[in-house]
């Protein structure tokens, strides 16, 4: 059985800026809940490395995925040829949905 190479995680600045609002909203409320969400974010994505098809396709075009760390979902897009999985949003799940122009970042 061949080893699979594993996908760099590249995080946008936008994305960041995501976990930065998300972090400073729940600590002000809940600083146990603000690692708990944290935590379970960066496992989540870490998850990505090795299975960048684990979340389903949410667009047409699908590299781009999307999968849960309650009470968020990560949207990134799979760059194949770079082995790249790209963090483009996160969002709080009972927001609608992001529009792809919310989640491009070039």
């Known amino acids: 059985m061949a ?8 995080w946008t600045e936008p994305t960041l800026c995501d976990l930065e609002r998300i972090d400073r909203y729940l600590r002000r409320r809940n600083p146990t809940a603000a690692k708990k969400v944290g935590s379970a974010i960066l496992r989540r994505v870490g998850l990505l490395c090795a299975h960048p098809e684990l979340g389903p ?3 047409e075009d699908d590299r781009w995925r999307s999968v849960a760390a309650r009470p968020y979902r990560v949207f990134y897009r799979i760059l194949p040829a770079d082995r790249i999985v790209e963090i483009c949003h996160v969002r709080h799940t009972a927001r609608s949905g992001p529009t792809l122009d919310d989640v491009l970042t070039d």
Do not use: T
């Open 3 to 10: 080893h699979e190479l594993s996908h760099e995680i590249l």
């Open 57 to 59: 396709v949410w667009d």
